[in-house]
Each structure stands twice: as C-alpha cells, then as structure tokens.
C-alpha cells in the first residue's frame, strides 16, 4: 500500500502562489502516474494535474497555464507549483495515484481570499 503526505497549503491572496508538495511512501513511485486532486465545498473531488512516469504531464483546462505538476523520483515527492491563483482554486488538496487508491491522505487546504 502507498501512504500519501500532503503540504504547503495555506492562506494567500488572489494572484500569489503556493507549492504543494507530496511525500508518497512506497516502493515503486517511479512506476505511478500520480495526480493532484481537490475537494472544494459541496463539490465532488476533481483531478486537476497528471504526471507520467515517462514525466509528461496533464492539466484541467481550469488550470492549464497556472499550475505546473513535477516529481522527484530520488525523494518520492510529487510537486504542484500554483501560480495565479483565484478564490475558486481554494480547496482541499490531495495527491494520490491514477487510478486513485482508497488510502488517501489528509490532504492540504488552500485558501485563496484577499
């Protein structure tokens, strides 16, 4: 089983960035595709960023040009720079694998609000 480790949520203004990072415990990250996910209230969970083993990458159109998805193999760590960012990128942030496994993680909020 992969245990995730979200952080680097919090407060920020209209406009600024923040970079998410996920510690993934497991033994062949290299192998996943891995994904951001979040969770706005009232809404169903959304995948917003896709990185492939082979490192391409995938984005929502709601972010395509402001969020940048990376990984580092060595550390078993996938990344998600926000830039950019508007009130309604405000969420609940979760990594996990694609497909997702049920073992997710407590995930890191993200609020964005002047």
């Known amino acids: 089983q992969v245990q995730l480790v979200e952080s680097g949520g919090g407060l920020v203004q209209p406009g600024g960035s923040l970079r998410l990072s996920c510690a993934a415990m497991g033994r062949s990250f290299s192998l996943y595709v891995m994904g951001w996910y979040r969770q706005s209230p009232g809404k169903q969970r959304e995948l917003v960023a896709t990185?492939?083993?082979?490192?391409?990458?995938n984005y929502a159109d709601s972010v395509k040009g402001r969020f940048t998805i990376s990984r580092d193999n060595a550390k078993n760590t996938v990344f998600l720079q926000m830039n950019s960012l508007k009130p309604e990128d405000t969420a609940v942030y979760y990594c996990n694998l694609l497909p997702a496994t049920p073992n997710w993680g407590k995930g890191t909020l993200v609020t964005v609000s002047s």
């Open positions: 990185v492939y083993p082979t490192t391409n990458t």
